[in-house]
C-alpha cells in the first residue's frame, strides 16, 4: 500500500513537473514571437536562436509526463487518473517536429543571406573610407603646393625636430621619459633609437608629415579592418550556421520520433490486455 502510495506520488510530480516545463516554454514561444516581424531576416535568426536554446526544455517535460503516466499503467493497468495528456504530447511532440525540422535549412539560408549582406555592407563602408581619404589627401596636396602650405609644414617639422632635440639633450627629462608608466613602449624604443643615431629622427619627421606616406599607411589600415571583419562576420556566420542547425536538426528527430512512435501507438501504452491476459 505503501508502495502504491508513493508511486502515486511521484507519477503525480512527473506530470506536474512535465506540464509545467511544456507550458513554459510554449509562453517563452508567444513571447519571442513579440514584435511580430516575419519578414525581418534578423528577426527570424534570433527566433530560431532562442527556439533552439530552449528546444530540449519540452523534450524534458514530455518525458516527464510519459514517464508519469507510465508509473500509472504499471499500477493501475492502462487506466489514467484524471485528463490523460498521452494524445496531445504526442500532438505536440510531432508539431515541434516539424516545425525544428523547418528551422534547419531556413536559419541556413537566412544566416549567409546575413552573411553576404553584411560583408557587403562592410566593404561599401571600407570603399566611403578609402574615397574620403584620398580626397582629404587631394586637397592637402593642393594646400602644400603654395608657398604658406610649404612654409607651414616646415615650420611643423621643426617644432617637432625642437622639441625632441631638447629631450634628447637633457638627460634627466630622457630618463624620466623612459621610466614614465604612461608612455607606450613603442615610443620609449624610437627615444633610444633617435638618442642613438640623431638622423633617424629627422627620418622619422619626414615620415610623419609626408601626406602620401600617411595615406598608405590609412589605406593598409582601412583594408586590413576590412579583411578582420570580413573574417569576424563570416566566422560568426559559419558558427550559427552549425550549431542552430545542427541542434535544430536532432531536436526535430527526437520530437518526430516521440510523437510518431505515440500517434502509431493509439497515443498509449497498451498494457491492460496483457494484464488481463496475466490475470
Do not use: C
Amino acid at each position: 500500500m505503501t508502495n502504491r502510495f508513493t508511486s502515486g506520488n511521484a507519477s503525480l510530480a512527473l506530470k506536474v513537473i512535465g506540464v509545467v516545463l511544456i507550458l513554459s516554454f510554449l509562453l517563452d514561444f508567444l513571447i519571442l514571437l513579440l514584435p511580430f516581424q516575419p519578414t525581418d531576416r534578423g528577426w527570424q535568426i534570433n527566433l530560431a536562436t532562442a527556439l533552439v536554446d530552449r528546444g530540449i526544455v519540452p523534450m524534458v517535460g514530455l518525458g516527464s509526463l510519459l514517464i508519469g503516466y507510465w508509473i500509472d499503467s504499471a499500477i493501475d493497468g492502462d487506466r489514467p487518473s484524471g485528463i490523460d495528456l498521452r494524445f496531445p504530447a504526442f500532438i505536440l511532440s510531432s508539431i515541434l517536429g516539424l516545425i525544428f525540422l523547418l528551422i534547419f535549412p531556413l536559419h541556413l539560408n537566412n544566416v549567409n543571406q546575413a552573411k553576404a549582406q553584411t560583408i557587403n555592407q562592410i566593404s561599401q563602408e571600407a570603399d566611403q573610407a578609402e574615397t574620403q581619404l584620398k580626397n582629404q589627401l587631394n586637397q592637402f596636396q593642393a594646400q602644400l603646393n603654395t608657398d604658406q602650405g610649404k612654409a607651414q609644414l616646415e615650420q611643423l617639422r621643426a617644432q617637432a625636430r625642437a622639441q625632441f632635440s631638447e629631450l634628447m639633450k637633457d638627460d634627466q627629462k630622457y630618463k624620466q621619459a623612459l621610466e614614465s608608466p604612461q608612455l607606450p613602449q613603442s615610443q620609449k624604443d624610437l627615444l633610444k633609437k633617435f638618442k642613438a643615431n640623431p638622423q633617424e629622427l629627422d627620418k622619422f619627421i619626414a615620415q610623419q608629415t609626408d601626406p602620401q606616406g600617411l595615406a598608405t599607411q590609412r589605406v593598409s589600415q582601412i583594408r586590413q579592418r576590412k579583411e578582420d571583419a570580413e573574417k569576424q562576420a563570416r566566422d560568426n556566420a559559419w558558427k550559427s550556421g552549425l550549431r542552430i542547425g545542427m541542434s535544430s536538426l536532432l531536436l526535430s528527430i527526437g520530437y518526430i520520433i516521440i510523437g510518431w512512435t505515440g500517434l502509431r501507438g493509439g497515443g498509449a501504452p497498451q498494457t491492460s490486455g496483457r494484464k488481463a491476459a496475466a490475470r
